[in-house]
């Protein structure tokens, strides 16, 4: 069973800084979350507000009933271990190899013998397609390679939360849609909470259950999918849709000239929405919902075509 | 303005001050079990390893140049007979603490430090605080223990070396009676010579750890940022462990009266 994460007006800033403030969002048990933002808004920093390796300036990050922003470290060491964490590049022991690395929580944190340890990383090694590897260092791979590792060390303990920071970058398409296979198949079987951090549209509109886009120091919005697909909220619609048009600009946000120029320009029409992906052996998630309920619920149109194929159906 | 400049001004009282709350924080996670045997014989091996043979070869022209300028001097009052036992002296009380910091805070230290900056950089000990286990129980103390551990066998490794230098140069150098040389061992020096020796080799592991693993773990900016940790704790343990030195040499004699007769 997967387990609730409660932020509550979270605020973060570095020296005068202000990173984002005001965060507030409940990340469901056992759903999967996609949080987007461009490029430098902080998303990572969230991530890493999340597990308390960053301190927030201000607000509560409430996990089983404890507050991860203001316990003390001892909790915090007890609580992390409900947690497994992908970070950008793995970030892998360099000193181990591959086997030993995967099996570091194990040997760190339960009192399995050997065979019972390496049945498990051996199990976890297979899930990401790196059986062989085992005998490579960290240095000898490649950073897909790293990344998927990475990934076998933090699923080892059978985390409640998974946290993903950019599964996609550096790994090919094809390796990307594997990986979103495997997490949307390791939420169906394990129930757990999982947070992925991206900016890659593809994930964000085929795979979760809830969307929330961080922009401008804020949290722009958070909601189901279907909620952030059909929206016509400028930025969540620029964003989401990868346009040029709107009111993210190269640097930050556009200014008032760059902006009054696209007055006259129309918007190109939404995109369908896509079907989400669903676990490769046909049965449904426990937070999956049935296409289109919430755009039914919320008496919202779809553009039309939506719900026909997982085809992410960005507008080129 | 004046805020900006007053808080450059004070910027090292506060790093002083984490760095003393981080030493705060190894004492207490010294006492947390498990304790990390295995990293502890690793750590302690590899800094024996890099630190034995220049220490060794540190030594040795350390003794000579001891016996060098004690010698002259000793001669000038004519009490040749108390070369021995002033090289003794020298080289126990002092060049041998000595010795053995230059060679930990610059082998072991640098080493040390290098090496939790780059693991900090890469993520891994985020990874690892992640995975629920504290890096300054899991990496840091099992390498402040190694590091004192090491310091005081380089410390008798440099009092040996330093002695049989000494010894060499004075007597087939400087036409000194072997006698003479081993008889004066004992006319001014005493075991307690022996004992602070020891204990400030203990205190400058410590303290060169300590630094080294605060400087690593605190490293920031990319691979420039390891180098420059290696380099500040590197001047930084230096200028502690002379200051230290000069403390602990003026409590000892106060503590301990100088053998007379």
Known sequence: MGVEIQIDQLTKSF??????????????????CVMLGPSGTGKSVLLKTLIGLLK???????????DIASCPEKDLYEIRKLFGVLFQDGAMFGSMNLYDNVAFPLREHTRKTESEVRDVVMEKMDLVGLIGAEDKLPGEISGGMRKRAG??????LDPQIVLFDEPD??????RTSFLNQ??????AQTDATFLIVTHDINTARTVPDNIGLLYHKHLAMFGPREMLLSSEEPVVRQFLNAQRVGPIGMSEEKD?????????????????????????NGIPRRGQRPPGEWCRENGVTPPDGSFESTNAGIAV | MSSITASRALAPIGTAGKLFAFGLDVGRALFRRPFQLREFLQQAWFIASVTIVPTALVAIPFGAVIALQVGGLIKQFGAQSFTGSASVLAVVREAGPIATSL???????SAIAADLGARKIREELDAMMVLGIDPIQRLVVPRVLACMLVAVFLNGLVSVVGVAGGYVFNVVLQ?????????SFTALAQLPDLWQGMAKALIFGLIAAIVACYMGMNAGGGPKGVGDAVNESVVITFLLLFVVNFVMSAIYFQLVPPKTG
């Open chain 2, 103 to 109: 060679l930990i805070a610059g082998a072991g230290g």
């Open chain 1, 15 to 32: 020296g005068k800084q202000l990173i984002w403030g005001d965060v507030t969002l409940t990340v469901p048990a056992g759903e999967i």
């Open chain 1, 256 to 280: 008032a000239d760059e902006l009054a120029a696209e007055q006259g320009q129309d918007l190109p029409p939404l995109p369908p929405i896509p079907l989400q992906q669903e676990p490769s």
């Open chain 1, 182 to 187: 495997l997490i949307i198949d390791l939420n």
């Open chain 1, 151 to 156: 990934l076998a060390r933090a699923l080892v």
């Open chain 1, 169 to 174: 970058s550096g790994l090919d398409p094809v």
């Open chain 1, 56 to 66: 927030p300036d201000k607000g509560s990050v409430v996990i089983e009933g404890t």
């Open chain 2, 175 to 183: 036409d000194g009676t072997p006698g003479a040389y081993l008889a």
